[in-house]
């Protein structure tokens, strides 16, 4: 059983309902139609936010923010944010308030509902880091904290004497004791933030690992660094060629905030091989893909004409319509394969893993779009497909949805804010629309004033209709792109090919 969080209601008339998570997510709680939990307050007028406060879940690590709200949000007692009485809910959410840290039993007060935090954390063999049963807990236990399963047990029967001691983290790459950053509740392969400051050097490592045999690497075997093409928040890419074939690949590291447990290395391999599945002349190809002490790598179509978001910079900050047209075309005509494509792997609710039909990007931007070729040759690819999303729902990119860390939605509906889990093909359409709309202006859909809660205004605001920005783009295309960006309630364009319909018309 996988760690998980419970909000318990101990404090208002829904007393006793609870709210389970066992996988990564986000909730944000309110009195508004789209919260989850939902709080409709007797009084009037309301105590209770539209959008009061934010959890940021990562089991067994769960997180709350204040949105800035009038009444404030209380952790144990202490209050943890809320805006003066004088200040207004747009001055509220530009105080950014600092996320808090919640442990198991804590109790949270939004007015007059109380939660209780209970977290559970299964518990695993100091060996091998298998899962042990609950029923077997008192035969596997050595020492207080300290437990081993059946199969480890029967293997140490002659040390089984010496009084056993918690093993200690390392870092898979240094070998360092890493018990102050792996977090108390988690146990896997993880690389210290030392060593994750220089991605080029794990690689080097790795690719010496693969030289000498490594079963985990004999895909990137033979390969050899030319250059960084570019660096993100959890790794890096760089230009590889392959010493026999010399054929040239875009090779990735990916490099997980937390330790990596088997649940989550399974979770996210399994993305992983459904992105490989996917062969489509406007989608970057996925050769192949591994993780190996505490990295996960792949092997990936080297564009040679860069991202979307580079030539813009080249262009002086945006494109003219003659040259994103095409561009959003083609990358439509990939997300309509893609939509519909069979892959292989897709988790049912009882666990089954069966294939499946359709993948969901879910973080398309013009960095995200790729160009091949050049002149009137060149080829607008699809690339990173749905894997940054997945790394982020297999808990691999630690807490990055509150404060600082989240990064600004400027690509994502409200829906997406709303629901994390949200994966439906119009999201990938929204995006679409609103890198469009990026090419175009050189500006984003929505306004992110500086110091405002960036979720706040994904959640509050709406995008500013394209005429504002640049007067000269045609009424029939302006109009076209406002309504494929009102998410206000549903989405208007559920797929990618009536999309690129309605585009083709308006051009």
């Given at each position: ?242 010493d026999r074939s010399r054929e040239q690949v875009a090779l990735k590291v990916m490099l997980p905030e937390v330790a990596a447990d088997e649940r ?25 893909s591994g993780c190996s002490r505490g990295t996960f790598f792949c092997t990936l179509e080297f564009c040679e004409g860069g991202s979307v978001d ?71 690819k699809v690339a990173d497909y749905g894997l940054s999303k997945a790394f982020d729902a297999a808990g691999l990119s630690g807490q990055t949805r ?106």
């Amino acid at each position: 059983m996988p760690a998980r969080i419970t909000l318990t209601v101990t404090q208002s008339e829904n007393a006793g309902q609870e709210f389970v998570f066992d996988e990564r997510t986000t909730c944000i709680v309110g009195r508004s139609q789209d919260c989850y939990p939902r709080l409709v307050p007797k009084e009037n007028p309301p105590t209770v936010s539209r959008h009061h406060c934010l959890f940021d879940i990562n089991p067994p690590d769960i997180r709350i923010r204040d949105f800035g709200s009038l009444n404030g949000t209380f952790v144990n007692g202490h209050l943890i944010g809320r805006r003066e009485k004088h200040q207004s809910k747009e001055e509220g959410a530009q105080l950014n308030l600092p996320e808090h840290d919640l442990k198991d039993g804590d109790e949270i007060r939004i007015r007059e509902t109380v939660f209780r935090v209970s977290i559970y954390v299964p518990t695993v063999c100091d060996q091998c880091s298998a899962e042990i049963p609950d029923e077997q807990l008192v035969a596997a236990k050595l020492v207080p904290g300290v437990f081993r399963c059946a199969a480890c047990r029967g293997r140490a029967k002659m040390e089984i004497a010496r009084v056993p001691s918690r093993k200690l983290p390392r870092c898979a790459k240094c070998g360092k004791d890493v018990a102050g950053e792996i977090g108390e509740h988690r146990h896997g392969d993880y690389v210290c933030g030392s060593c994750k400051s220089d991605p080029l050097e794990i690689l080097k490592v790795m690719l010496e690992a693969a030289k000498s045999g490594d079963k985990d690497l004999l895909s990137i075997e033979g390969y050899s660094i030319i250059r960084e093409l570019g660096r993100g928040g959890f790794g890096a890419v760089y230009l590889a060629r392959h010493d026999r074939s010399r054929e040239q690949v875009a090779l990735k590291v990916m490099l997980p905030e937390v330790a990596a447990d088997e649940r989550a290395k399974a979770l996210f391999l399994r993305e992983m091989r459904n992105t490989r599945a996917l062969k489509h002349p406007n989608v970057v190809n996925l050769h192949d893909s591994g993780c190996s002490r505490g990295t996960f790598f792949c092997t990936l179509e080297f564009c040679e004409g860069g991202s979307v978001d580079k030539l813009m910079e080249a262009r002086g900050g945006k494109l003219p319509l003659a040259e994103a047209a095409p561009i959003v075309l083609q990358a439509l005509e990939g997300l309509i394969y893609a939509h519909h494509a069979e892959i292989p792997e897709v988790k049912l609710a009882d666990g089954r893993i069966v294939p499946g039909r359709g993948l969901v990007h879910r973080d398309l931007k013009p960095h995200n779009i790729f160009l091949k070729g050049t002149g009137s040759s060149c080829v607008a690819k699809v690339a990173d497909y749905g894997l940054s999303k997945a790394f982020d729902a297999a808990g691999l990119s630690g807490q990055t949805r509150s404060g600082t860390a989240s990064g600004t939605p400027v690509f994502m509906p409200r829906q997406q804010v709303i629901n994390f889990k949200y994966a439906k093909p119009d999201v990938d359409v929204w995006a679409m629309a609103a890198s469009l709309y990026n090419m175009l202006t050189g500006l984003r859909p929505r306004d992110f004033p500086r110091g405002k809660d960036v979720w706040q205004t994904v959640l509050e605001t709406s995008p500013v209709p394209i005429r504002q920005r640049d007067a000269s783009i045609p009424r029939k295309l302006a109009e076209l792109i406002d309504l494929a960006l009102d998410d206000r309630k549903e989405l208007h364009f559920k797929t990618a090919a009536d999309f690129k319909r309605a585009l083709m018309g308006a051009l």
